[in-house]
């Protein structure tokens, strides 16, 4: 099979017929094998029935439904280990992504050798509520995953090789950074492609602002864990060595200044009276603590069924 796309929604009915057909189309005008997999993610409109009449229509059509909203992470990751085609393209249900930038897509991926194409809304239809943030969000997203040369890391249309989608997992918020992802497992060959943006046609956006927000924690966690997962005492055994050495010296200069002045009869007060000495000791206690974090972390990290996870790109005389 050429193509999977995967499409997570919530509630889009109006918009699914017309996708329905607008991919059906662009699929026989360029000879394509394909599938499309709609994952419901709880709607509580009519979307689902929509989904099951388009499948009457069409078997290339299929639906996976969730009992409950859980978000467009699992919807996508659902869709992801469904998926069979050689390439595969997601978008959103609401129109805004163009089905008409498929073949070029698959082309890049097929031809270019890239493991993953993401798409650049360069002219967006949306207020300034709303591309001013992301486009701090995208900037800080470039700096933090080392990837210079995306524009958008949340644009829903993207094209992945297949081996891409069965090697990583999206899971929480975490869609926002597939491109990340995908590089931390090793696919490193990652493309972008300008795209046509459209105005949504039927329904509202199902984002508001916090996701921003959310945003910029998602992508800390992913930073952290993506650098010091497998080894938490490089970070909290470092910064808790050196907290405890700064707390430790300057403990010892309150109690060396004390003494110089008790040895040359100058006035001089209790240690305990200097606000220096509870400063230096909270910092001993907290570098002890976040040593003892990072010791703790590894040994979870060592007893973690996971800890020894590696992908084999390709072997050569190894028998088996």
């Not at 390439?87 to 050798?113: C, F, H, K, N, W």
Request: proline share 4%.
């Amino acid at each position: 099979m050429d193509i999977s796309v995967v499409i997570p929604l919530y509630n889009e009915a109006e918009s699914l017929p017309e996708l329905a057909a607008w991919i059906e189309r662009v699929m026989n005008d360029h000879d394509f094998s394909y599938e499309v997999i709609f994952v419901d993610d709880g709607s509580t409109d009519d979307s689902w029935a929509t989904i099951r009449s388009l499948q009457e229509k069409n078997p290339n059509l299929h639906g996976i439904s969730f009992r409950r909203n859980y978000g467009k992470s699992p919807a996508l990751n659902t869709g992801f280990n469904a998926a069979k085609g050689d390439v595969v393209i997601t978008m959103d249900a609401d129109l805004q992504d163009s089905p008409d930038e498929i073949p070029e897509l698959y082309r890049m991926i097929m031809r270019d050798g890239y493991d993953l194409v993401s798409g650049w809304k360069r002219k967006r239809y949306d207020p300034l509520s709303k591309t001013i943030p992301t486009k701090l969000f995208n900037a800080t997203a470039r700096k933090v995953s080392g990837i210079k040369n995306l524009h958008d890391f949340n644009c829903g249309l993207k094209a992945y090789r297949l081996e891409v989608v069965k090697h990583i997992e999206v899971y929480g918020d975490m869609h926002r950074y597939i491109p990340y992802l995908a590089k931390n497992a090793g696919f490193t060959r990652i493309g972008e492609k300008e795209v046509h943006h459209q105005a949504r046609k039927y329904g509202s956006t199902k984002f508001g602002l916090d996701r921003f927000v959310n945003g910029y924690l998602d992508l800390a966690t992913l930073w952290f864990t993506g650098k010091f997962g497998a080894k938490p005492m490089h970070f909290f055994g470092l910064l808790g060595s050196l907290m405890f050495i700064i707390g430790f010296i300057a403990v010892m200069a309150v109690g060396f200044g004390k003494l110089y002045d008790m040895t040359h009869g100058n006035p001089y007060r209790l240690v305990t009276d200097s606000p220096y000495f509870y400063l230096a000791l909270t910092m001993m206690l907290l570098g002890t603590m976040l040593f003892l974090t990072g010791f703790i972390g590894e040994l979870i990290a060592r007893n973690a069924p996971g800890r020894n996870h590696y992908e084999i790109k390709e072997e050569i005389g190894i028998d088996k």
